[in-house]
């Protein structure tokens, strides 16, 4: 893709998504989140009723009386997208391939922080981490995170959350909000994750196509694996190669599903096939109104 059509494209997504963060995710952007931490203020004497827990003894120790320290809710938020760069994403048989969704998905997190004041950033992954671009705020920037999910040629072909969750745990010390968008296809990221949702609110947005869970009958098809580059002929005019087939896709999405459930992780299911805007959406609101439900 030249520089010429990732302009072209990131301008479509950003006139396509402005909407939508305007009128459906504004809102409830900052609602969504879970202990987005606070920050200190200041000193003040201690008034009856007062949590005692709060007390500066330090302060208290050289004035001769209480006080108890202020604090107030952060006001920003740091937002970073951990994006899937892999083979498998560049698969795609209907509207999009899933990088593309994932990079559109990535827009409208941008653009939400962005609108909101919030520093967001990048970090692209395929079997290595192939880049990392550090959360800053404005518009230019996050223009700049599109354009780089956008134009990403990743070197490696395979698979490696479990690297790119423990490189984010060191470039990002302090605790953010981070979109995984990834289809998941990996088998060794559950201690990673974990140590990573311990410290961080993590959200995974899992891509995926049609036809990873549904083989139309076409008779003899020769097929690769993105990841591998391994070749294979499927008999897809066998009933039972469809069935297996199908099976092991469901299999493959509960496992992914048990492994984010386990670490607390909310998920939220995206399909090249299918508008995302509205499950976006919704997904938020949910998320709002049980985090409101968890404060009260």
């Given at each position: 893709m030249t520089a010429r059509e990732v302009l072209r494209r990131v301008r479509r997504i950003e006139i396509r998504t402005r909407r939508l963060v305007e009128e459906s995710l504004a809102g409830s952007y900052h609602s969504v989140f879970k202990g987005r931490g606070m920050e200190f203020a200041e000193v003040r004497e201690y008034e009856p009723g007062d949590d005692v827990r709060s007390i500066d003894w330090n302060v208290s120790a050289r004035m001769g009386h209480p006080f108890v320290k202020k604090f107030t809710e952060e006001r920003e938020l740091t937002v970073m997208l951990v994006v899937d760069g892999s083979g498998s994403q560049r698969f795609g048989t209907a509207e999009s391939t899933k990088l593309q969704l994932a990079a559109e998905i990535s827009a409208i997190l941008a653009f939400s922080a962005i609108r909101n004041g919030d520093r967001v950033g990048l970090l692209l992954f395929s079997d290595r981490v192939e880049r990392f671009v550090s959360p800053r705020k404005g518009r230019e920037h996050g223009l700049r995170v599109i354009r780089e999910v956008l134009?990403?040629?990743?070197?490696?072909?395979?698979?490696?959350?479990g690297r790119a969750l423990t490189v984010l745990q060191r470039v990002v010390?302090?605790?953010?909000?981070?979109?995984?968008?990834?289809?998941?296809?990996?088998?060794?990221?559950?201690r990673?994750?974990?140590?990573?949702?311990?410290?961080?609110?993590?959200?995974?947005?899992?891509?995926?196509?049609?036809?990873?869970r549904d083989l139309p009958p076409l008779g003899l098809v020769a097929?690769?694996?993105?990841?591998?580059?391994?070749?294979?002929?499927?008999?897809?005019g066998s009933r039972r190669v469809r069935s297996a087939y199908a099976h092991r896709a469901v299999a493959l999405r509960l496992r992914a599903a048990e492994v984010l459930g386990r670490a607390g992780v909310d998920l939220l299911e995206l399909d090249t096939a299918e508008p995302f805007d509205r499950a976006l959406v919704r997904f938020f609101r949910e998320r709002a109104r049980r985090v409101a439900r968890a404060a009260g």
């Open positions: 134009a990403f040629e990743p070197e490696g072909r395979g698979t490696d959350l010390p302090k605790r953010a909000v981070v979109f995984v968008v990834s289809d998941f296809q990996d088998d060794a990221f559950e990673p994750l974990r140590v990573a949702a311990r410290k961080h609110d993590v959200v995974a947005l899992r891509t995926s196509d049609p036809r990873e097929a690769f694996d993105p990841e591998t580059g391994a070749a294979v002929l499927i008999d897809t």
